[in-house]
């Protein structure tokens, strides 16, 4: 069984920029990596992006490239998503979550952070 601990998040105002943490318990040497999700109000929940355990393999959704950097700490199985220049449009509950490849990059793996707020507002 695998446990996840998110920390992070709050408010800032467009252009600014927030560090998301995630520490998952040892059980995640069985999956593949980490993702992290977002859902805005009324929307349904989408990948932002996705980092391997091995070799650090990162994956992005369109709308954060260049913006959101995913990185990791394979030894203690920590993720952090440093995000930058954020947008209003930004603003939802963010999730990490791990499990095989195929999964934390489409639809999410099989064990969830608490999720954290995210509010891009003036």
């Known amino acids: 069984q695998v446990y996840l601990v998110q920390s992070g998040g709050g408010l800032v105002q467009p252009g600014g920029s927030l560090r998301l943490s995630c520490a998952a318990s040892?059980?995640?040497?069985?999956?593949?990596?980490m993702g992290w999700f977002r859902q805005a109000p009324g929307k349904e929940r989408e990948f932002v992006a996705a980092?391997?355990?091995?070799?650090?393999?990162?994956y992005y959704a369109d709308s954060v490239k260049g913006r959101f950097t995913i990185s990791r700490d394979s030894a203690s199985f920590t993720v952090y998503l440093s995000m930058n220049s954020l947008k209003p449009e930004d603003t939802a509950v963010y999730y990490c979550?791990?499990?095989?490849?195929?999964?934390?990059?489409?639809?999410?793996?099989?064990?969830w952070g608490q999720g954290t707020q995210v509010t891009v507002s003036s």
């Open positions: 979550n791990v499990g095989q490849l195929g999964k934390i990059t489409t639809t999410g793996g099989y064990a």
């Open positions: 040892k059980g995640a040497i069985s999956t593949d990596g």
């Open positions: 980092i391997s355990w091995s070799g650090g393999r990162t």
